[in-house]
């Protein structure tokens, strides 16, 4: 894409926003950033860019001129945010900061997206195309903002990415060679006008994909009619599926490949993780023993069901990433222990009332905290035992009373964190750091 001369503007001035206008100027681009925010974070990153030649309009009455030849859109932003809808209605064609980057790209895309899950797999696939002796970037939603990472592209074999609904809403010629779609279940309804809205931003993954590429697709998933791509399906549920899950064993169309009790990930929606990873590992070309290496090392990022602590005979565990309704329920059906568990925060819109009766079979007891608190135990307050906690340190203080020897205490919040948090890993820390002073209590 041509970019050398080009009018451009940034819509967002988050780490993808700067990412992006740094990307569009080294092109040689004239960049302009807008952002409706004017924290002092904001005014400290246009400070930056303005030493790069880019300038940055902040606050709430930001220009609405259109004179662009390109705008670009930082993930989070909606498509009918006003900032957005300005542009388009004068004729200004509008991409994301992931579409800018991928047509830029010069290796092998393949792409992961889902509703949960997507962290877990991108490392998994990534982990075994480097033990296979592929040069192998990771990107997107992961961490490293794709326009960051594709000016290594033509060194690599390979770009894994994670890409959102956020990013994926706003793609027009995006085509990885393999995609990879995990789940999909209600989430970011705060965003996305309705369920149908997130489920055709997430579908957008298969758009560009002919019939020269390969969609790994769970097997409860319907697709488009229109999805080209040869499709692979997985499932650790029963369905079938080229790749599958028996008695614990990982399966390829058919033959065992490994044990999941040999990886560091328990639960069967890990096993559809490493599913997809070997589908779309294999997908590549890339050797069946590098991924089973590869498996067995690999070590899941913290606030995922993470271990945190042991105190009096109860485990602690940490899965501030659950920051849906599906993740609750997958975090619930993994437990084999009694629980008591930790939940709430932001209020996303979504309706919690399809995992009350899992809640009442799995959990002692049920301590909610954040935004969500009065709605959820209006939900769950009637059916078993809840109560309301004024911030996440009194319900780990309520947490140590009910607890039993041999039960765990489960953060597991359903929700996102943004009602008193930055983000889920602050989140997550916090948790960490007060299971770490309720444990030397108990030992002083």
Request: proline share 4%; with cysteine; charged share 25%.
């Amino acid at each position: 894409m041509e970019l050398n001369g080009k009018k451009t503007v940034v819509l967002g001035l988050g780490i993808s926003g700067m990412q992006a206008a740094t990307f569009l100027r080294s092109k040689g681009a004239d960049v302009l950033v807008r952002d409706n925010g004017e924290s002092a974070a904001l005014r400290e990153r246009a400070s930056t860019l303005a030493g790069d030649g880019i300038c940055t309009e902040l606050g709430a009455d930001v220009a609405d001129t259109a004179d662009f030849d390109l705008a670009v859109l930082s993930p989070g932003i909606p498509l009918r945010a006003p900032l957005v809808t300005n542009l388009t209605a004068a004729g200004v064609p509008v991409i994301g900061e992931l579409e800018l980057a991928a047509r830029d790209c010069a290796c092998p895309m393949v792409a992961v997206t889902g509703t949960n899950g997507k962290t877990t797999t991108t490392e998994l696939i990534a982990a075994a195309l480097r033990v296979a002796g592929r040069r192998t970037g990771v990107a997107g939603n992961i961490g490293t903002a794709f326009t960051q990472a594709v000016a290594e592209s033509d060194a690599l074999d390979a770009m894994v990415l994670e890409v959102s609904s956020f990013q994926l809403e706003a793609t027009r010629e995006f085509r990885p060679g393999v995609s990879v779609m995990l789940n999909l279940t209600p989430d970011h309804l705060d965003h996305h006008a309705s369920l149908e809205e997130y489920r055709a931003a997430k579908m957008r993954i298969f758009h560009n994909q002919t019939e020269d590429d390969v969609a790994v697709v769970n097997a409860e998933l319907e697709l488009p009619a229109d999805v080209r791509a040869r499709v692979v399906r997985f499932s650790a549920y029963g369905r079938d599926a080229d790749y599958t899950l028996a008695d614990g064993t990982l399966l390829a169309r058919g033959e065992p490949v490994m044990k999941q009790e040999e990886t560091n990930l328990f639960g069967l929606h890990n096993a559809e993780n490493l599913l997809a990873a070997l589908a779309a590992v294999e997908a590549m070309g890339a050797d069946r023993a590098a991924a089973v290496g590869a498996f067995r090392a690999y070590r899941p990022q913290p606030h995922r069901c993470e271990p945190v602590g042991d105190v009096n005979g109860v485990r602690y565990l940490n899965d501030s990433k659950a920051t849906n309704i599906d993740a609750l329920d997958k975090a619930l059906l993994s437990m084999t222990r009694p629980v008591v568990l930790i939940a709430g925060g932001k209020d996303k819109g979504l309706d919690f009332a399809p995992l009350t009766k899992l809640v009442g079979e799995r959990c002692r007891h049920v301590l909610l905290t954040g935004e969500t608190a009065p709605k959820l135990m209006e939900l769950w307050g009637q059916a078993f035992d809840c109560e309301r906690c004024d911030d996440l340190a009194a319900a780990v203080a309520r947490a140590r009373e009910l607890a039993r020897p041999g039960d765990i205490v489960l953060y597991s919040p359903g929700c996102s964190s943004f009602d008193a948090y930055a983000n889920y890993a602050e989140r997550g820390n916090h948790f960490r750091r007060l299971v770490e002073e309720l444990a030397a209590k108990e030992t002083n």
